[in-house]
């Protein structure tokens, strides 16, 4: 059973401070992974995506990945208030299938 | 440009009757996903389309459900009969081959069943 991982929070951090949003994965043959924000009651959106090991980072976000430990973060930076939302992780296998496997979400709480 | 568009937003029914809900994916992508959402499962992919064609129906939960997708631009999620355990916010999703790995979501239907 290929599961991906996420500790349900809430996460709650104060503004200004850095969130750090942690993922694991089951399937070794899993080649990119995502994330998601979705704030309640709306749908999910792209934050971003990596698959290559190491850092990408975009504005305030960035993403780790380490395949050998199978594990998968977003950082957020100077957190605001309106980044308080559910953050969901996916994975996507190796091939032509385009089946991600989500995980459960963290909840993030920014407080003013 | 429009996104992804769904009907009905908000459907309630009862046990054992019919529910459809329609989608259309944003012109010009060629992958078309069903999503549920609940508390306890999470996001669950029902199916998947590429070029109209169901390329993985493993996540439907039983012969109740059955989603078709005609053309291009639309696609349906059908229901029958339907069962209070089907209650959740159901999500379509599309995807551009130049870019398939950002799947845009509609703004979901939301669905109780009593």
């Known amino acids: 059973q290929k599961e991906v991982e996420q500790n349900s929070g809430p996460l709650s951090v104060p503004e200004g401070a850095i969130a750090s949003l942690n993922c694991t994965y089951s399937?070794?043959?899993?080649?990119?992974f995502f994330w998601y924000r979705q704030y309640s009651g709306k749908s999910p959106e792209l934050i971003m995506f990596?698959?290559s090991n190491g850092d990408k980072e975009d504005g305030r976000f960035t993403a780790q990945l380490n395949k050998a430990s199978q594990y998968v973060s977003l950082l957020i930076r100077d957190s605001q208030p309106s980044d308080s939302a559910t953050y969901l992780c996916?994975?996507?296998?190796?091939?032509?299938?385009?089946?991600?496997?989500w995980g459960l979400g963290t909840s993030l709480a920014v407080n003013p | 440009d429009a996104g992804v568009i769904q009907s009905p937003r908000h459907e309630v029914t009862e046990m054992g009757q019919e529910v459809t809900l329609r989608c259309k994916p944003i012109?010009?992508?060629?992958?078309l996903f069903w999503y549920r959402q609940t508390m306890m499962r999470g996001l669950e992919l029902l199916i998947y389309?590429?070029?109209?064609?169901?390329?993985?129906d493993s996540g439907m939960p039983e012969d109740r459900f059955s989603a078709k997708m005609p053309n291009a631009s639309f696609s349906t999620l059908k229901i029958q009969p339907s069962e209070p355990r089907d209650s959740a916010v159901y999500f379509c999703?599309?995807?551009?081959?130049?870019?398939?790995?950002?799947?845009?979501f509609g703004p979901g239907t939301r669905l109780l069943v009593l």
């Open positions: 990596i698959y």
């Open positions: 399937d070794r043959g899993s080649q990119s």
């Open positions: 996916a994975s996507l296998g190796a091939g032509n299938n385009r089946k991600l496997i």
């Open positions: 389309f590429n070029n109209n064609v169901p390329i993985d």
């Open positions: 999703a599309s995807s551009g081959t130049g870019s398939v790995e950002t799947q845009y």
């Open positions: 012109s010009g992508h060629d992958y």
